[in-house]
């Protein structure tokens, strides 16, 4: 007896009345489904991060080796007028260290008052002061475009041969910068800084001093992580910089330096922190020649800080401490 014996499919599950539609799957093109995945992680090398500029290669690490010390008394006062311009007012009481032959420091006492008008706006800033003595400083910032930048900074002053000013043109590349300087005394500079990976980059700068006939060249390289940033700099003249950033926490920072001058032999480093508080900032360091300072700035109120600055000089016994108040912020 023949026959044939065939097997129906199972019908599907009714589907409930109440039961949502099934998710939208878009159907991928033919270039789509040709085109390979890319590993998690590769490197897309045409979309490297654009580095800082050459001329702030070690800020993280001067925050922090480099504050703002200062002696004596210091009061600043800003009113703002407008949401783009505003006053300020600085009154500075302390001492001046005069240059002398012996090892020991001599100060004079001084003081001197200071007034100054800001305008910030997106695409311009204007900032100048003027000084009881006579000087003068103004810094003026244009954005050309989105990628070119004008920067002015000059300082006249009552002495003669003292007097300065720069002009400084920024090209702000997608994973590079550019510099070109001009200043009096027929200064004429120039660096290029470029990202070769993501976390690398180099660059290189050359300058060019026609009042004293003297040219150089410099060479760059940073290295920036989420924890570590680490720097180098040679330059012709003899100087070495290097720079190590250890980020411990999201308040705390270490940072350290090492310079080296191949003209005159001589050698220094310094270690310092930043310790970011909740109504305050302190940072410190201490150097190889022996010095030890500290700088706080404690926030009392809102647009009140109380600052605090302290170094001690041990080889050259000579101690400088000061205080203010900074009222206003813009």
């Given at each position: ?244 950033v250890q980020r411990v926490s999201e308040k705390v920072s270490l940072a350290t330096d090492f310079m080296y001058n191949l003209a005159n032999r001589e050698a ?5 922190y930043d310790y970011l508080l909740r109504q305050c900032r302190l940072r410190g360091k201490v150097d190889s020649n022996g010095t030890v300072a500290a700088y ?35």
């Amino acid at each position: 007896m023949g026959g044939t014996i065939s097997f129906a499919a199972a019908p599907p599950p009714p589907i409930p009345a109440n039961a949502p539609p099934p998710p939208l799957q878009a159907t991928p093109t033919p270039e789509e489904s040709e085109k390979p995945e890319k590993p998690s992680g590769e490197v897309d090398w045409l979309n490297l991060p654009c580095p800082i500029s050459y001329d702030e290669l070690q800020r993280e690490a001067m925050m922090s080796l480099k504050p703002e010390l200062f002696e004596g008394l210091r009061f600043d006062f800003t009113k703002p007028l407008s949401p783009k311009f505003s006053l300020s007012h600085s009154v500075y009481m302390g001492s001046l260290e005069m240059p002398s032959q012996s090892p020991e420091t001599f100060k004079v006492p001084t003081a001197h008052y200071e007034f100054g008008a800001n305008f910030l706006d997106p695409k311009c800033m204007l900032i100048g002061r003027i000084l009881t003595d006579g000087r003068m400083s103004a810094r003026v910032k244009y954005d050309i475009t989105e990628n070119v930048t004008m920067k002015i900074n000059a300082q006249l002053t009552n002495e003669a041969h003292f007097s300065q000013g720069m002009f400084n043109f920024d090209y702000k590349g997608r994973d590079s910068r550019a510099q070109f300087q001009f200043a009096n005394n027929a200064f004429y500079g120039g660096n290029y800084i470029q990202s070769v990976s993501p976390h690398l980059a180099l660059g290189g700068e050359v300058f060019w001093l026609g009042h004293q006939r003297k040219s150089g060249l410099g060479l760059a390289a940073r290295y920036n992580s989420d924890k570590t940033i680490m720097t180098g700099q040679l330059a012709s003249t003899g100087l070495v910089a290097l720079s190590y950033v250890q980020r411990v926490s999201e308040k705390v920072s270490l940072a350290t330096d090492f310079m080296y001058n191949l003209a005159n032999r001589e050698a220094t480093s310094s270690i310092g922190y930043d310790y970011l508080l909740r109504q305050c900032r302190l940072r410190g360091k201490v150097d190889s020649n022996g010095t030890v300072a500290a700088y706080l700035e404690e926030r009392l109120n809102l647009g009140v800080n109380f600052l605090l600055s302290a170094e001690i000089d041990h080889w050259k016994k000579d101690y400088k401490f000061g205080f203010g108040l900074s009222v206003g912020e813009f």
